[in-house]
């Protein structure tokens, strides 16, 4: 069975640091673009950051600047690197993966989900 396992989640305060990890199993990873999204209480499901085929990435606005993507082929694993987070950034952030792509997509018609890992941004 396909799986997406996210770590790293956690409570920080606001100017601080946090690296999301997301590790996939049973997938060629190569032909999936892989991505973050979150979901703050009472919201809807945002994008954050995803990559493509070709190895760009793009960013949300509200973060650029401030969240970093990777990819590391030989682990088959995806990270969001954090960087002066501000309570707005409260959320359960999820990996998503999809053949098609991620970057101005509707999260609703994304093929793979992780479980989510909260991230919470103190003032």
């Known amino acids: 069975q396909v799986e997406l396992v996210e770590s790293g989640g956690g409570s920080v305060q606001s100017g601080g640091s946090l690296r999301l990890s997301c590790a996939a199993s049973?997938?060629?990873?190569?032909?999936?673009?892989m991505g973050w999204f979150r979901q703050a209480p009472g919201k809807e499901r945002e994008f954050v950051a995803a990559d493509n085929w070709s190895g760009s990435v793009y960013y949300a606005e509200s973060v650029k600047g401030r969240f970093t993507f990777s990819r590391d082929t030989a682990k088959n694993t995806v990270y969001l690197q954090m960087n002066s987070l501000k309570p707005d950034d409260t959320a359960v952030y999820y990996c998503?993966?999809?053949?098609?792509?991620?970057?101005?997509?509707?999260?609703?018609?994304?093929?793979?989900w992780g479980q989510g890992t909260l991230v919470t941004v103190s003032s």
């Open positions: 049973r997938l060629t990873f190569s032909t999936y673009a």
């Open positions: 998503a993966a999809d053949r098609d792509g991620l970057n101005g997509r509707s999260y609703r018609y994304l093929e793979l």
